[in-house]
């Protein structure tokens, strides 16, 4: 079985996926942040395909960053200006090349959790 990187965002504030936000994924190599993927969720919350797959999904440091406060702002949420969380950032590492790693992250404007999932 070929590995592959997914990703899902929850909006656990009104207990909904979280549908159209936007994310970034970088490759981290040294100092430098190559950007491997971007987009946006569908109404589930998810991508529509993995974020890395056959030859690019590669042993290594990533950062999966999503635009919490863009998002939260767009559906209604009262936020401080700046808001407490803007962008997400999810720094990572993929160890194995032929698993199945899969990153969500549940966030409100005020809180974040993840973890590695199935």
Known sequence: MAGRLTTHFLD???GVPGGDISFVLHRLEGEARIRV?????NANGRTDAPLLEGEAMR????ELVFAAG??????GMALSDPPFLDEIVLRFAIADASAHYHVPLLATPWSYATYRGS
């Open 37 to 41: 993927a971007f987009g946006r969720t």
């Open 70 to 75: 863009a998002y939260f702002r767009a559906h």
């Open 12 to 14: 656990t504030a009104r």
């Open 59 to 62: 042993v290594g440091r990533y």
